[in-house]
């Protein structure tokens, strides 16, 4: 989570900068921040949903938000691969409940305490079982394991290499 901290100014530098519809969408997210701008696992829940939508991938392939025990449930069959969050007040970004972790269809954490430490053991769960990422967020994957994780981060698909480049600008 480091080099997620190192490269957070930067990124919401290059989220604030980018125009259009995906924009637009960053901006909201971003307007999160405004509740609370000195929280560290709201800043961290932030940019990774910022990272995910800047990168053109759907944030609800991976991460599905509840505000109740009993929703989550239902849903988990269903799921491959993804991270719940449960919040007692969806309008209140701070009342967490639960976060944790699914895959196969099997809720495998749970208690895991933000959306940040969530992404960090299912990387390393993903890594350690040697399950593939899902297609659909190819490029999150990539930058949670080669920018922020730094394993084999010298091999980068394009979208990532400029991302990169931008960061060390």
Same mark, same amino acid.
């Given at each position: $989570? ?27 997210? $971003? ?10 696992? #709201?800043?961290?829940?932030?940019? =990774?949903? %910022? ?11 991976? =991460?599905?938000?509840?505000? +109740? &025990?009993?929703?989550?449930? &239902?849903? =988990?069959?269903?799921?491959?691969? @993804?991270? !719940? $969050? ?7 970004? &701070? ?15 749970? @208690?895991? @305490?933000?959306?940040?430490?969530? %992404? +960090? ?11 593939? !990422?899902?297609?659909?967020?190819? !490029? ?6 080669? #920018? ?17 480049n931008k960061l060390l600008k």
């Open positions: $989570m480091s080099m997620l901290d190192q490269y957070t100014p930067k990124l919401l530098g290059l989220f604030q900068s980018k125009g259009g519809a995906v924009g637009e969408r960053l901006k909201a997210n $971003m307007s999160i921040l405004l509740k609370d701008p000195t929280s560290i696992s #709201l800043k961290r829940e932030v940019v =990774i949903l %910022c990272l995910m939508d800047y990168l053109g991938e759907d944030k609800m392939a991976l =991460i599905k938000e509840y505000c +109740s &025990d009993d929703l989550v449930w &239902d849903d =988990i069959p269903q799921q491959v691969m @993804g991270i !719940y $969050m449960i919040r007692k007040d969806p309008s209140n970004d &701070d009342s967490l409940e639960d976060v944790g972790i699914v895959l196969e269809g099997v809720k495998v954490m749970s @208690g895991l @305490g933000d959306l940040a430490r969530a %992404c +960090s053991a299912l990387l390393g769960l993903t890594y350690s079982l040697n399950l593939s !990422y899902p297609k659909e967020l190819r !490029y999150t994957f990539e930058a949670f394991q080669k #920018l922020f994780v730094e394993v084999e981060g010298t091999k980068l698909s394009g979208k990532l290499h400029t991302l990169r």
